[in-house]
């Protein structure tokens, strides 16, 4: 997808040395800002930036409120390239109230595979899940939960017993 002028603004202005002019344009994308600028802002957190800017960009994550960035984030979680902020994206899911029903095997998957803390972002997402995906995918979550069961260490398997009891 070619970037239209402004895109390639705001990307030069998000990644500028002033943190002062950084802190605008995130302030211009808590305004004005859709799901299409979201890698833009996870490329910056994998960059491990200056608190303040950090701390914007988690408020934004946390706050989104359009269904667009749904499938963004969901992806996020599984791209091996944002491993080390993926606890910070499975936290933004629960915070921003979004529906993500649809990717149920993805957080399973996280904790399933995930450190106990990224597990438990995700469980969070699960556990406010207030609709689940189709019986087949169920289905399927169930079986991989069980083997997972299998070597799973006190707190992943707290997490799996109790995913079981919600998609029951």
């Known amino acids: 997808m070619k970037k239209n002028k402004q895109q390639i603004k705001i990307e030069e202005k998000l990644f500028s040395a002033r943190t002062a002019e950084v802190i605008s344009t995130l302030n211009l994308i808590k305004e004005k800002g859709d799901a ?7 490329k910056i957190l994998i960059t491990d930036p200056e608190a303040e800017v950090k701390r914007e960009i988690i408020y934004i994550l946390n706050n989104l409120k359009t269904k667009a960035a749904v ?18 994206l499975a936290c933004a899911c629960w915070q921003s109230g979004l ?11 996280l904790v399933i595979e995930e450190d106990w803390e990224t597990g438990f972002e995700a469980f969070t997402v699960i556990e406010n899940m207030t609709d689940f995906p189709v019986q087949k995918i169920l289905e399927n979550e169930k079986n991989r939960i069980h083997d997972a069961l299998k070597s799973a260490d006190g707190q ?13």
Do not use: Q
């Open 71 to 88: 499938p963004v984030l969901a992806e996020a979680l599984i791209d091996p390239g944002y491993l080390s902020i993926r606890r910070t």
């Open 36 to 42: 299409s600028i979201l890698p833009l802002l996870f």
């Open 99 to 109: 529906n993500f029903k649809d990717y149920l095997p993805v957080f399973i998957n």
């Open 156 to 168: 992943k398997k707290y997490f799996l017993h109790e995913i079981l009891t919600l998609i029951r």
